[in-house]
């Protein structure tokens, strides 16, 4: 099982050996352009260690590397936030697991989020009424104080929506996210219509997909996609368990569930219908 750090180091990895090839160096004579000994780039290449963003600034140096967008890519994998956010969420360390600092890590830095949910709404859609509901849920007989830092850690994750390069989010609500009733009727309603206020954002595309659709690929359990600007290599689907997470990062794997979301998306309802459909479930909420 792989986790986030690792997961970030191999592919950042992958990525500096590619543009070195690419440029025509060996490992060695990488090393020596940028003065250091050969391990070291070897270590970074294979994901053995992590790298600072000032040494990939160095090494894309040393590679000719341009494109201003790939440079910036590859130096928020190595720590820096793009969104000016520098790891926020390493003020709550000792409260959230690992695994969920990673996928913040993660969410933080990607372009693009493609997501199904068979159960809840995704966290961040959610609304604090909603959010705390379902923390109290996952986190059962929590003391309020961890309950109340856990929300707050859930809607400041909901910032990459409002910065001004936004996550792009698809997501594909099973039906049952619309009907499972979360903190009583007027928390639901209020989250329908939180629902129906982002799918209006152009960064944002919702759609449900009915009970009439019947069994569909993503009845064995909900996913992640996580996509980074300029390259594919980078992408990695992630799957949540009760106490772990695991990340997938082989094409095989995000070639299958790429099809499987585009899959889920011809059969759910259009952006479109899913107003419609939210509606239609709040007012009988």
Same mark, same amino acid.
């Given at each position: 099982?792989?986790?986030?750090?690792?997961?970030?180091?191999?592919?950042?990895?992958?990525?500096?050996?590619? %543009?070195?090839?690419?440029?025509?160096?060996?490992?060695?004579?990488?090393?020596? =352009?940028?003065?250091?000994?050969? +391990?070291?780039? #070897?270590?970074?290449?294979?994901?053995?260690?992590?790298?600072?963003?000032?040494?990939?600034?160095? =090494?894309?140096?040393?590679?000719?590397?341009?494109?201003?967008?790939? &440079?910036?890519?590859?130096?928020?994998?190595?720590?820096?936030? /793009?969104?000016?956010?520098?790891?926020?969420?390493?003020?709550?360390?000792? !409260?959230?697991?690992?695994?969920? +600092?990673?996928?913040?890590? !993660?969410? #933080?830095?990607?372009?693009?989020?493609?997501?199904?949910?068979?159960? $809840?709404?995704?966290?961040?859609?959610?609304?604090?009424?909603?959010?705390?509901? $379902?923390?109290?849920?996952?986190?059962?007989?929590?003391?309020?104080?961890?309950?109340?830092?856990? $929300?707050? *850690?859930?809607?400041?994750?909901?910032?990459? =929506?409002?910065?001004?390069?936004?996550?792009? !989010?698809?997501?594909?609500?099973?039906?049952? *996210?619309? &009907?499972?009733?979360?903190?009583?009727?007027? @928390?639901?309603?209020?989250?329908? /219509?939180?629902?129906?206020?982002?799918?209006? %954002?152009?960064? @944002?595309?919702?759609?449900?997909?009915?009970?009439? *659709?019947?069994?569909? @690929?993503? $009845?064995?359990?909900?996913?992640?996609?996580? #996509?980074?600007?300029?390259? +594919?290599? !980078?992408?990695?689907?992630?799957? /949540?368990?009760?106490?772990?997470?695991?990340?997938?990062?082989?094409?095989?794997?995000?070639?299958?569930? #790429?099809?499987?979301?585009?899959?889920?998306?011809?059969?759910?309802? +259009?952006?479109?219908?899913?107003?419609?459909?939210?509606?239609? *479930?709040?007012?009988?909420?």
């Amino acid at each position: 099982m792989q986790y986030g750090p690792a997961v970030r180091r191999r592919k950042l990895g992958a990525e500096l050996r590619a %543009l070195r090839a690419r440029a025509g160096l060996k490992s060695g004579e990488a090393a020596r =352009l940028v003065g250091w000994h050969q +391990s070291k780039v #070897s270590r970074i290449e294979t994901g053995r260690s992590g790298v600072k963003p000032a040494d990939v600034e160095r =090494l894309l140096d040393a590679y000719g590397v341009q494109d201003a967008e790939l &440079r910036e890519l590859l130096v928020v994998l190595a720590g820096s936030d /793009d969104r000016g956010r520098h790891h926020w969420w390493h003020a709550y360390r000792g !409260l959230l697991p690992s695994t969920y +600092s990673d996928f913040i890590s !993660l969410e #933080s830095q990607a372009s693009v989020m493609r997501t199904l949910e068979n159960s $809840v709404v995704p966290g961040l859609l959610q609304t604090p009424e909603y959010a705390r509901e $379902v923390t109290r849920a996952a986190v059962d007989g929590a003391p309020d104080g961890k309950v109340d830092a856990l $929300v707050e *850690v859930r809607l400041a994750r909901q910032d990459v =929506l409002r910065s001004n390069r936004p996550l792009r !989010l698809s997501a594909v609500l099973d039906e049952a *996210v619309l &009907r499972r009733t979360v903190g009583g009727p007027g @928390v639901m309603t209020r989250q329908l /219509d939180r629902l129906r206020e982002a799918a209006h %954002l152009p960064h @944002v595309r919702i759609q449900v997909l009915p009970f009439g *659709v019947g069994a569909h @690929v993503g $009845v064995t359990g909900p996913f992640v996609i996580f #996509s980074f600007p300029n390259t +594919s290599d !980078l992408d990695v689907v992630v799957l /949540d368990h009760l106490t772990s997470s695991l990340y997938l990062e082989r094409k095989e794997d995000l070639q299958a569930y #790429s099809e499987a979301f585009e899959s889920l998306q011809v059969h759910a309802l +259009s952006p479109e219908e899913t107003l419609d459909f939210i509606a239609g *479930v709040a007012h009988g909420a």
